[in-house]
Every structure is written in structure tokens, then in C-alpha cells.
């Protein structure tokens, strides 16, 4: 059974720093890892999606990266920002279903 | 539309109560899912539609919970006589197939008094 987990669980840093996000998961068949954000009371907002194929995706400060192997992606933010406040999940593949298993998330807090 | 749209946003319901929470998915998404979300934690997956067929329930916690799609558009997710532990916010996701990302609604929050 696929399992996620992310470290750390909750983050607080000074604006301008750079800082990297964990995700684990226990099932390296996956064929993509997505990376959301989401703000308090909303939904999710899809970040960054890295199919097996690939090592890393780039979407302006945002870099995620995927280790198949060892089971392991990272998303990296650079110059953080207040308004990267948000908890931040990684999802992967259900073993034999369609659906998305989630981590806990990484609650960020970005201080000005 | 432009987006996943889940009605109502907020929903109290008085345990016992049933109630109906819908979602409108991209136009076009063949794949359709239901996720719960307790405080604090990451969602987990309740069901999946491709077009208007229920090929998973596995993640439905018990025979209260139903949900359908009938046209392959529009779903409803049913929860009859509403406890306590129903407490959470219901998300759904549409995607245009297997190995493509998905796209969530804002979600509905289902607080049981």
C-alpha cells in the first residue's frame, strides 16, 4: 500500500530565504508526483507535476525534484516570500487505482 | 468552465440530517474523484468516476456515503444521517485522464452539530 510522508511538518523562515520541502513515499512505481499548494479554507492549487520520466520540473522560484529509486521528491523555493505562506502536499499514484495518495503536508510560514 | 465549482462552500448539517454536496468539473474531464480532508491532515481518496461510471468506491467509510455521476459530468456526493466524524471539508478533482494532473474545487465544509 502506497504511503507518503513530508518533512517537516511545519516550517516557519524570514522572508528572502531558500528552503527545501520532503516528500517520501513507500512505492517507486509511480508514473508522476504532483506538488500542491493550499491556502487556509481553500482547495488545492497544483504546482509543479513531474512524470516518471523526468528528474525535475521549474516553475518560476518553484524546483521540484524526483527520485524514483529512492523514493524521495523535493520541492525547493527559493527567495521565499509572505505570500508563499501555505501548506504545501505532495501526491502520488494509488498502487491500483487512479486515484492520488496524499502526505500530511508541510504547514510554510514565510515571515516579513 | 474555467474551473472545478463545488456548491454549497459551507454546509451545516444537524447530525442525523442527510446531505448533498456537488461538484461541477472542468468541461471535457473524463476522470472525476471525491476526497475528504480532516483539520490538518492531507485528503483522502473516497471515489473515482471515469465518464459516468463508479470504478472505485474503496475509500467510501461506510454505506452512508454514496455518490454518482449519471450523465458523466456533474457529481453528487450523498451522505445519509450525518455524524459527528462526517466533519471535514469534501474535495473534488477532475482530470482529463490517467497520468495527468488534476484540477480541485475550493471544496465544500461539512460541519456536524
Known amino acids: 500500500k502506497q504511503e507518503v510522508t513530508q518533512i517537516p511538518a511545519a516550517l516557519s523562515v524570514p522572508e528572502g530565504e531558500n528552503l527545501v520541502l520532503n516528500c517520501s513515499f513507500t512505492d517507486s512505481a509511480i508514473y508522476n508526483l504532483q506538488w500542491f499548494r493550499q491556502d487556509p479554507g481553500k482547495g488545492l492549487t497544483s504546482l509543479l507535476l513531474?512524470?516518471?520520466?523526468?528528474r525535475e520540473q521549474t516553475s518560476g522560484r518553484l524546483n521540484a525534484s524526483l527520485d524514483k529509486s529512492s523514493g524521495r521528491s523535493t520541492l525547493y523555493i527559493a527567495a521565499s516570500q509572505p505570500g508563499d505562506s501555505a501548506t504545501y502536499l505532495c501526491?502520488?499514484?494509488?498502487?491500483?487505482?487512479?486515484?492520488?495518495?496524499f502526505g500530511p503536508g508541510t504547514r510554510l510560514s514565510v515571515l516579513p | 468552465g474555467a474551473g472545478v465549482s463545488q456548491s454549497p462552500r459551507y454546509k451545516v448539517a444537524k447530525r442525523g440530517q442527510d446531505v448533498a454536496l456537488r461538484c461541477d468539473p472542468i468541461s471535457g474531464h473524463v476522470s472525476l474523484f471525491w476526497y475528504q480532508q480532516a483539520l490538518g491532515q492531507g485528503p483522502e481518496f473516497l471515489t473515482y468516476f471515469q465518464n459516468e461510471a463508479q470504478l472505485d468506491k474503496s475509500g467510501l467509510p461506510s454505506d452512508r456515503f454514496f455518490a454518482e455521476r449519471p450523465e458523466g459530468s456533474v457529481s453528487t456526493l450523498k451522505i445519509q444521517r450525518t455524524q459527528q466524524e462526517d466533519s471535514a471539508v469534501y474535495l473534488c478533482?477532475?482530470?482529463?485522464?490517467?497520468?495527468?494532473?488534476?484540477?480541485f474545487g475550493s471544496g465544500t465544509r461539512l460541519t456536524v452539530v
Open positions: 513531474i512524470q516518471s520520466s523526468q
Open positions: 478533482a477532475s482530470s482529463l485522464g490517467q497520468g495527468v494532473g488534476y484540477t
Open positions: 501526491a502520488v499514484p494509488h498502487n491500483y487505482g487512479q486515484n492520488f495518495v
